[in-house]
């Protein structure tokens, strides 16, 4: 019986030991959104089907390639979530995977690379002036 | 000591640190209170907010800091000077999905626009342009290919209009204003020859 509630209450103080850890961790080390300039996320159906959203980068890719690869030959709209993209779409070889289909770059099986996204990020261009006008630079803490 | 005890102690003490720290961040008389920290800049992957750091793949991915080390460098934005990577081919990117081999078509033609109030006139320089995009990124869609014939301002443009399409998202934003309103009222020595290439960004 006493072993009992010794037990319980020794799980009773290791969780709160590892609530405070967490709060802790979370208020030094919360990251503040200064993600990296024109990241897009992409959030029309990842959500929704359990998946993180996908997070483009605009940096990595032009170094690689120029913008009209993409926005003119594979027919990318200057929109966030304005193409309607899904799986089947990429692995047929449009939009994402007319590159990623294990010739020009990595293949879909790597689906935490694309779906990297704090779940519920709405689809957005990171940093852009809009987002700023919205929310100004001085006040991202929140 | 009864472990439970020990338990209470480890918590006490971690909410004071946790406490004192939390304080110690919210100092009212920081240097810069507003301004983000330089630091914070470019942060890799799983601390940029956005990324998952419970993803796995995450801690894959490319931290931009490691790839910008030997680019110029950039007021804001990516903190890169992109045109300026191009030009001194410090990056080659590919104007075709899979021909490594294939060239722009580049097109050198400025075009001027007066601006109306203080500021110096506007030079759109077609050559930076046409190295990264197609024509038809532009033309018609977004600009009618025939002077006098595009309004343009810049509320448009914090909108996301016009230049605003690219600028503020992408490419540079319109917080460096001097790189595209780089020609002096009134004189016209600067820049304004048709085929010539703009002023760079201002001298530091």
Redesign the interface.
């Known amino acids: 019986m006493k072993t009992e509630v010794?037990g319980r209450?020794?799980r009773?103080?290791?969780g709160?030991?590892m609530f405070?850890?967490a709060?802790?961790g979370l208020?030094?080390l919360a990251?503040?959104?200064?993600?990296?300039?024109?990241?897009v996320?992409i959030n029309n159906y990842s959500d929704k089907a359990g998946m993180?959203p996908v997070?483009f980068?605009?940096?990595?890719h032009?170094?690689?390639?120029?913008?009209?690869?993409c926005?003119?030959?594979?027919g990318f709209q200057?929109k966030a979530g304005g193409n309607d993209i899904n799986m089947v779409k990429i692995i047929e070889g449009q939009f994402c995977g007319?590159?990623h289909n294990g010739e020009?770059a990595w293949s879909v099986e790597?689906?935490?690379?694309?779906?990297?996204?704090?779940?519920n990020?709405p689809t957005q261009?990171?940093e852009?002036?809009?987002q700023k006008?919205v929310a100004p630079?001085?006040d991202?803490k929140k | 000591m009864r472990p439970w005890k020990l338990g209470a102690w480890l918590v006490l003490g971690l909410a004071l640190t946790a406490g004192a720290m939390l304080t110690e961040a919210a100092d009212p008389n920081t240097f810069n209170r507003l301004l983000p920290s330089a630091a914070k800049r470019n942060p890799p992957p799983p601390d940029d907010g956005i990324h998952d750091p419970v993803n796995e793949g995450t801690h894959m991915l490319q931290p931009p800091k490691d790839a910008f080390g030997q680019l110029p460098k950039a007021p804001s934005g990516n903190y890169i000077d992109w045109v300026k990577s191009l030009d001194g081919k410090k990056i080659q990117p590919r104007y075709d999905r899979i021909d490594t081999a294939a060239e722009p078509i580049v097109m050198d033609l400025n075009i001027v626009r007066e601006v109306k109030g203080s500021m110096p006139d506007v030079v759109y320089p077609h050559k930076q342009h046409t190295e990264w995009l197609d024509c038809s990124n532009c033309h018609p869609a977004i600009f009618v290919p025939q002077k006098g014939a595009n309004q343009i301002s810049m509320a448009g443009i914090l909108l996301g209009e016009k230049c605003g399409v690219c600028h503020g998202k992408v490419a540079f934003p319109v917080s460096e204003c001097v790189r595209c309103h780089s020609k002096p009222k009134g004189d016209g020595a600067a820049a304004q020859k048709t085929g010539t290439t703009p002023p760079d960004a201002p001298k530091k």
Request: aromatic share 12%.
């Open positions: 010794l209450l020794r009773f103080w290791i709160v030991a405070a850890f709060a802790g208020a030094i990251p503040e959104g200064n993600a990296e300039y024109a990241d996320v993180r997070v980068p605009h940096w990595f032009r170094v690689r390639f120029r913008c009209k690869v926005h003119a030959d594979l200057f007319a590159c020009i790597n689906c935490n690379l694309c779906h990297s996204a704090v779940p990020t261009v990171h852009s002036t809009l006008l630079a001085g991202r």
